[in-house]
């Protein structure tokens, strides 16, 4: 658990550390937003595999299952998501509030693209600024459990050393 628990941290260390760089950058204001928060993803991927190589040493006795494997995963996203989703609250509601201003502003320009009538656009926009940060802290825990589950069950099959038990066996 503890080994989860770390590199857990270190992924939402990477995710913050790169928020903060696109916000001090003044890149989070730039197309380079789109992208931005997929560059924690190869660190994640990382983290990951070296939690299960961690664990399949310390905590299973030199072999892990495939079952272990994404459970180690699953539990560095939910801690990492956790972590980050503690920032990502504090983030855009005291180190940058005008994050949300510029957001919705662009999704206004779309939706005026769009031809929607302002009193739609006027409604679509406080709903949007009144749930903006419980939405973003909820994907944010959503998101980091999903990519790493996700990434677990490509890496532990390359992590892991046992069969399973009840595994179907080729004939």
Do not use: H
């Amino acid at each position: 658990m503890v080994t989860t628990i770390l590199f857990g941290l270190y992924s939402a260390a990477i995710a913050i550390a790169i928020t903060l760089v696109g916000y001090f950058t003044g890149m989070d204001r730039t197309g380079a937003a789109n992208w931005l928060g997929y560059l924690s993803l190869p660190f994640l991927i990382l983290f990951l595999w070296l939690a299960m190589k961690e664990r399949k040493q310390d905590d299973f006795g030199g072999t892990i299952s495939y079952g272990q494997c994404v459970g180690t995963g699953a539990l560095v996203g939910l801690f990492a998501g956790i972590v980050t989703a503690i920032f990502m609250y504090v983030y855009f509601t005291a180190i940058n509030p005008g994050a949300i201003d510029f957001i919705l502003q662009k999704q206004q320009e779309v939706m005026q693209s769009r031809q929607m009538s302002s009193q739609d656009i006027s409604n679509a926009m406080s709903k949007a600024r009144q749930w903006f940060v419980p939405v973003a802290v909820f994907f944010a825990v959503v998101g980091d459990v999903f990519f790493a589950t996700l990434f677990s069950l490509v890496l532990g099959i390359f992590a892991k050393t046992k069969e399973e038990p009840d595994a179907i066996k080729a004939v």
